[in-house]
């Protein structure tokens, strides 16, 4: 039996930052308790003050609880292998990021911009030990239709949201994952 | 004169939440230090830690110090009003993503997860009181065009890094934004 933040210890930092960004992982392993409005309040709360261009805050959060009117149709979005440890969620979200402005003209950073809220949502979980995974397994086109999402809005991810299982974690064999090196990712100057 | 946080004190929360979230903004006054590479490690450091889909990390930031070769190029991509206060940023970057796999298959989800990754870098920034600053006024093909950036990857933003200017915030006239109500982001099963 291990904690959430214990599994993280084998991460290697090649330079220093603040722990909180190295002790977020994805658990699959949750409990199936149902999570008081609270606690996802304060997901949404720390999603909610990503920054964005001319502070449009293109991100919109769907959401079911475990056993509401909408929790089989959500569930039934998600492709087989997430079902498994999706059935232990406490809630399930549909990310959507808004394409257009007021005025209707194209606004292209929807996308970036959704990515950031998410990762406040993913950080502010972490720090209070709730399971929150993001899912790009589901069904893109069925989750449009099936929860009315207007043309004007992309279908971004879905994120499980639950209470950890510590009993299950390492019998689930969960990994921790690592991370392309800082010159992987930085280029000086140009390409 | 105001320090970093101190400008972020009249937010208000709707929900409880790590202040984290709530002390980080997008200032304009910086002093024209250039910040040693250690400073730069860090902040790349929390964008490297970022989730994304199989771990596929799409993110990269191309970067320029201020004075290096590169530096006129960069600077030259802004928008005008935009060169007004980034004429005294230690660092401009340019962050892309990458499209595609390694078997050249897209990848719909690179400009959501090089999202997440900005996010990280801007909480770690707010951390240890530096200055970064997301600029979406800046010319894109320019930006492909004099970066050599290929097709495959998408120009997603520039980045203001800098020493934050205690000095000249007020002056500037910095106004800390507010955000939508969690009830305007939030939707409960379907549209």
Same mark, same amino acid.
């Given at each position: 039996m291990v904690n959430y933040v214990e599994k993280t210890r084998k991460r290697v930092k090649e330079a220093d930052v603040n722990d909180l960004f190295i002790h977020r992982w994805s658990p699959r392993?949750?409990?199936?308790k149902v999570l008081n409005d609270d606690v996802l309040n304060t997901l949404f709360e720390a999603a909610r003050w990503a920054p964005s261009s001319m502070n449009n805050q293109p991100w919109r959060f769907l959401v079911s609880k475990r056993n509401d009117k909408h929790w089989d149709t959500y569930f039934d979005l998600l492709m087989e292998g997430n079902k498994v440890w999706c059935k232990d969620a406490s809630h399930l979200i549909v990310v959507v990021s808004k394409k257009t402005l007021e005025n209707c003209s $194209?606004? +292209?950073s929807h996308s970036f911009e959704a990515g950031s809220a998410w990762q406040n949502l993913a950080l502010q979980a972490s720090l209070i030990n709730v399971v929150v995974h993001g899912i790009g397994g589901f069904d893109y086109e069925k989750a449009r239709e099936k929860l009315n999402? +207007? $043309?004007?809005y992309k279908v971004e991810m879905m994120i499980a949201v639950g209470e950890y299982n510590k009993n299950l974690s390492d019998e689930k064999q969960e990994k921790i994952s690592g991370r392309k090196s800082l010159s992987e990712i930085i280029i000086n100057g140009s390409f």
């Open positions: 392993a949750m409990t199936g $194209e606004y +292209p999402i +207007p $043309e004007d």
